[in-house]
T-cell receptor, first 115, second 117 residues
Framework: AQSVTQLGSHVSVSEGALVLLRCNYSSSVPPYLFWYVQYPNQGLQLLLKYTTGATLVKGINGFEAEFKKSETSFHLTKPSAHMSDAAEYFCAVSGGENYGQNFVFGPGTRLSVLP | GAGVSQTPSNKVTEKGKYVELRCDPISGHTALYWYRQSLGQGPEFLIYFQGTGAADDSGLPNDRFFAVRPEGSVSTLKIQRTERGDSAVYLC???????????????FGPGTRLTVT
């Protein structure tokens, strides 16, 4: 079965600092990988996804993530944090055509941005 | 067009009662998913519809939980004999396609917060 781990349930950064949110997955085959953001009292919104091709994926709001097969990781980064980035971030994995159909979400990382 | 909508936004019920949660997906989306999100956790898969049929209901925790999508659009999640442990936010998502290619983005509704007292 697939699983997703997100190191750090809560991450705090200063405004303007680098954001790094970690995601590791367990899968016997390269899966599809996603990052979602959840603002308070709102639904989840897709930030970016990796399916095939280029391993560095750019998303909305200046976020990007890199798929590293050898490390089974898909860490999310943003060069300079903004106050509006404060939210809950979820990494998700789906198995793709030959493995499984459904999304498995990580437990989430709450990002706080300090002025 | 409109996004995924869910009603009610909040539902408080007594232990043992029956509840129905409604999801209205994005028009034209054939795939519909239900998730449950407990406090401090990520969404947990419950059931997935492709059209009118439940393609995978392996996430439903027990037979008190049931979901339907009779016309391939609106879906209702039904919970019988509610228990306090059922308290959570129930999320619905839809995507343009589903099935074997799960690379399609899922669009999430705002959720229904269920509280069982």
């Amino acid at each position: 079965a697939q699983s997703v781990t997100q190191l750090g349930s809560h991450v705090s950064v200063s405004e303007g600092a680098l954001v790094l949110l970690r995601c590791n997955y367990s899968s016997s085959v390269p899966p599809y990988l996603f990052w979602y953001v959840q603002y308070p009292n709102q639904g989840l919104q897709l930030l970016l996804k990796y399916t095939t091709g280029a391993t560095l994926v750019k998303g909305i709001n200046g976020f990007e993530a890199e798929f590293k097969k050898s490390e089974t990781s898909f860490h999310l980064t943003k060069p300079s944090a903004h106050m509006s980035d404060a939210a809950e971030y979820f990494c998700a994995v789906s198995g793709g055509e030959n493995y499984g159909q459904n999304f498995v979400f990580g437990p989430g990382t709450r990002l706080s941005v300090l002025p | 067009g409109a996004g995924v909508s869910q009603t009610p936004s909040n539902k408080v019920t007594e232990k043992g009662k029956y509840v129905e949660l409604r999801c209205d997906p994005i028009s034209g989306h054939t795939a519909l998913y239900w998730y449950r999100q407990s406090l401090g956790q990520g969404p947990e898969f419950l059931i997935y519809f492709q059209g009118t049929g439940a393609a995978d209901d392996s996430g439903l925790p027990n037979d008190r939980f049931f979901a339907v999508r009779p016309e391939g659009s609106v879906s209702t999640l039904k919970i019988q004999r509610t228990e306090r442990g059922d308290s959570a936010v129930y999320l619905c998502a839809s995507s343009l396609e589903g099935g074997r290619d799960t690379s399609y983005e899922q669009y999430f509704g705002p959720g229904t917060r269920l509280t069982v007292t």
